[in-house]
């Protein structure tokens, strides 16, 4: 697998230890339709709300802060599988879309933040 990808899933897993240590439940991960691809599907303690969660992984920031790749496209992409994921479980609660910064290349450096609402 390529370093990128390898670099990828790492920010992944950090992702989901993160959020589950906030108390958050996972519903999914990777979860597709079609082309389109949400990476983290998660439930407050409640289940009152399901937050879709896009990861954005770097090795460093020297270029760009990532979420910055979150662009117009990847949004509309994101809201689009959101709602297919709505209508095939039939979600009837509060939805909300967050992005999850992992930053580093171990556990060691890694710097986590979490922006609630995104979009």
């Not at 920031?61 to 297919?84: G, H, Q």
């Amino acid at each position: 697998m390529a370093a990128h990808n390898e670099l990828g899933k790492w920010g992944e897993e950090t992702a989901v230890r993160y959020l589950k240590r906030k108390g958050l439940y996972i519903r999914h991960r990777d979860w597709h339709c079609g082309h389109k691809d949400i990476d983290i599907v998660a439930t407050d303690e409640y289940g009152t709300q399901v937050i879709f969660v896009e990861v954005k992984t770097r090795s460093n920031t020297l270029f760009t802060e990532p979420e910055l790749a979150v662009d117009r496209e990847k949004i509309a992409n994101l809201r689009s599988a959101a709602n297919a994921y709505v209508k095939q479980f039939r979600i009837n609660a509060d939805l909300r879309f967050d992005i999850v910064t992992v930053v580093g290349t171990s556990d060691a450096d890694v710097v986590v933040n979490h922006i609630e609402n995104a979009f």
